[in-house]
């Protein structure tokens, strides 16, 4: 089998911010779009303004702006983060049944989720470590992956400790299953699937390594 | 019946008895009836089950009433927060009950529950263990997890102005659970900033019509940051 998968072995892993970006880029102009509490908010810094996208926020807004800062922070409104953020003309205020109405209806585009891990036909596992001293919190979290059009996933391929969060299957409580459309890593971008695992392209790694570390089929 | 105007806002909360369900609305601090709260911690009524999408955020609002002792079960999406302390460590004692529930999910069973619905099939939550024990059924091709209604004795919320009659505006994303919660409850306290005559707030406009408030009481918006609301 011949590879097209843009092997970037020698440089190193995306950053954060270049995840980010990475992310931004496949967001299709005009979308509508949820972006997680936590690191998928950075995004937002990466989308063209002349794209169009108008983000939702769960606690019921669309077109919200950045984050505010000095006077311009109000407390009345903020981000599913709690953060004080800012209204875009044309913004739109609702309550949280239309809210969720939008996800569960199939109205928004894409949301971006963090993740525990991604189970290799995508079943998604974000919200509870399934620690019997963890107190569980699942937010929006089980309405966005079910709703959502198209649900990626931004996270690191592999905790501090070294272990894959792309896995055969979940071993943390489930937040949906074989809902997630893509997966965005710092070492590569995934498409899980009924089929296995698709590498779409690898950074710091190769696939030949990036599937013996993960221990699970890669396809390209 | 027609709105009432409380003087106070302990007046306003009156008759809470012990064991109530009540919705409180807010997402996290915005949209939190803060005086209701403080006075249905004076009011008393204790062994609440309480329905939230947070379980209190600093020492204030929710926060003070679990911290009070009053609070039996949460119901909520997402207890746990950077500043849930005061919740965390009656959770952690086994003093307080908690049902988490889908923030979605949450917000159709109080709609629900307003609208006279006995249930709904919903999506969100197959194959997880928030719908383990839940009856399913498959409706075209796709598996739908049986949810039912919430509704409360009581809700107490926070918006931005009304008219006498109880017509609710809301303030940006302060609306938040407001408007589902109002239709839920059998008595409906709403403190808000500013009560106007009839004809003031543009009909087209209103977005909790008053036939759902039972009580409205005027309170000084408190507009507390996360840090303004740790004491």
Redo the contacts between chains.
Sequence with gaps: MTSSVPERAHRPPLTTDELAARIARDIPAGSYVNLGIGRPTRIAEHLSPDAGIVLH?????LGMGPAATGDA??????NAG?V?VT?LPGAA?????D???M??GGHLDVCVLGAFQVSVDG?LANW?TGDP???????????LA??AKEVLVMMKLFTRDGAAKLVPACTY?????ACVRRVYTDHGVFEPGPDGVKVLETYGATVAELRDRLGVDLRR | MTTTIAATTDEAVAGVEDGSTVLVGGFGLAGMPFDLIDALIRQGARDLTVVSNNAGNGDVGLAALLKAGRVRKVICSFPRQSDSYVFDELYRAGRVELEVVPQGTLAERMRAGGAGIGGFYSPVGVGTPLAAGKETREIDGRTYVLEFPITGDVALISAHRADTLGNLVYRKTARNFGPVMATAAATVVAQVTEIVEPGTIDPETVVTPGIFVDRLVRAEARRLTVEGARR
Excluded at chain 1, 73 to 78: A, H, R
Excluded at chain 1, 133 to 143: F, K, N, Q
Excluded at chain 1, 173 to 177: A, E, F, N, R, V
Aim: hydrophobic share 35%; proline share 7%.
């Design positions: 926020t769960e606690n019921g807004m922070v109000d407390t009345d409104l903020t709690k004080p209204e205020y609702f309550h949280h049944a809210s969720f109405a996800m569960r079943d509870h001293d963890a107190i569980p919190a699942v937010g929006g979290a089980m309405d079910v709703g409580p489930l937040t949906g299953q």
